[in-house]
């Protein structure tokens, strides 16, 4: 890597290969040709958010906590422009796009980490599926398959292979939240029992501790007053 590349310039690179997706989905509603433009972003994003920290780590100048942070803002930023992206593009519903992102912000505020990886799922491999949702859309197209009306539900009269895809990846978003929900819910009752046995120890303690200082206070003051009697000849 040339010397003038920094980890920031990486960062840099990721971002705009975020915006690369962003506008070749967008752009799709004129020619979805422009699918390859969002190919190449998720494979110039790939190549800079993978390399920022790894070359900051090579080159022993890490800032771990505003690496930290510039990381998961540009990962927050690239997921925002990715779904909505998806959304104005005539391939995926932009309410289902919306609430995919939603579903992503949601583990992110319970886990307290940001990333485009789940159940075991590396990023890689989730911008390869994006790559290869691409070519098989610019392929054979984007059939849409017609859903039965339920009563009077606002139940769309097709749904399309992208938003099957995406409802798909939204599921397992949400049931992975739920299970770090539960995970993270019985993890915090745990630390708060132990905390309060552990409180409930050291005041039991301090007080057989005070007990114990009354008592020589008692013994003292009795010894002082034996002390201080007249001896009785």
Same mark, same amino acid.
């Given at each position: 890597m040339p010397a003038w590349v920094m980890p920031d310039t990486l960062t840099a690179l990721g971002l705009f290969g975020s915006l690369l997706i962003f506008a070749g989905y967008a752009l799709? =509603?004129?020619?979805?040709?422009?699918?390859? /433009?969002?190919?190449l972003g998720f494979?110039?994003?790939?190549?800079?958010?993978? *390399?920022d920290g790894t070359l900051a780590r090579y080159r022993h100048i890490e800032r771990p906590r505003y690496g930290f942070f510039i990381d998961h803002i540009t990962d927050a930023i690239?997921?925002?422009?990715?779904? =909505?992206?998806?959304?104005?593009?005539?391939? /995926?519903?932009?309410?289902?796009?919306?609430?995919?992102?939603?579903?992503?912000? *949601?583990?992110t505020y319970v886990k307290g980490v940001f990333r485009i990886s789940y159940g075991g799922i590396s990023p890689t491999e989730i911008r390869l599926i994006a790559i290869l949702a691409n070519t098989v859309v610019l392929i054979f197209g984007n059939p849409s398959v017609p859903l039965a009306r339920i009563g009077s539900l606002p139940i769309p009269a097709t749904i399309s292979l992208y938003d099957l895809v995406v409802l798909v990846v939204m599921l397992i978003i949400l049931s992975l939240f739920v299970v770090v929900v539960i995970n993270v819910a019985t993890s915090l009752s745990q630390e708060d029992r132990t905390a309060s046995q552990i409180q409930k120890a050291q005041k039991r303690a301090a007080a057989r501790a005070s007990k114990r200082q009354a008592r020589s206070r008692k013994d003292l003051q009795k010894q002082g007053r034996r002390l201080n009697q007249p001896s009785v000849r």
């Amino acid at each position: 890597m040339p010397a003038w590349v920094m980890p920031d310039t990486l960062t840099a690179l990721g971002l705009f290969g975020s915006l690369l997706i962003f506008a070749g989905y967008a752009l799709t =509603i004129y020619d979805s040709r422009f699918l390859w /433009l969002s190919s190449l972003g998720f494979v110039i994003n790939w190549f800079g958010d993978s *390399l920022d920290g790894t070359l900051a780590r090579y080159r022993h100048i890490e800032r771990p906590r505003y690496g930290f942070f510039i990381d998961h803002i540009t990962d927050a930023i690239s997921e925002i422009l990715i779904f =909505i992206g998806l959304g104005l593009s005539p391939y /995926l519903r932009f309410d289902l796009a919306m609430l995919a992102s939603t579903a992503v912000f *949601l583990i992110t505020y319970v886990k307290g980490v940001f990333r485009i990886s789940y159940g075991g799922i590396s990023p890689t491999e989730i911008r390869l599926i994006a790559i290869l949702a691409n070519t098989v859309v610019l392929i054979f197209g984007n059939p849409s398959v017609p859903l039965a009306r339920i009563g009077s539900l606002p139940i769309p009269a097709t749904i399309s292979l992208y938003d099957l895809v995406v409802l798909v990846v939204m599921l397992i978003i949400l049931s992975l939240f739920v299970v770090v929900v539960i995970n993270v819910a019985t993890s915090l009752s745990q630390e708060d029992r132990t905390a309060s046995q552990i409180q409930k120890a050291q005041k039991r303690a301090a007080a057989r501790a005070s007990k114990r200082q009354a008592r020589s206070r008692k013994d003292l003051q009795k010894q002082g007053r034996r002390l201080n009697q007249p001896s009785v000849r």
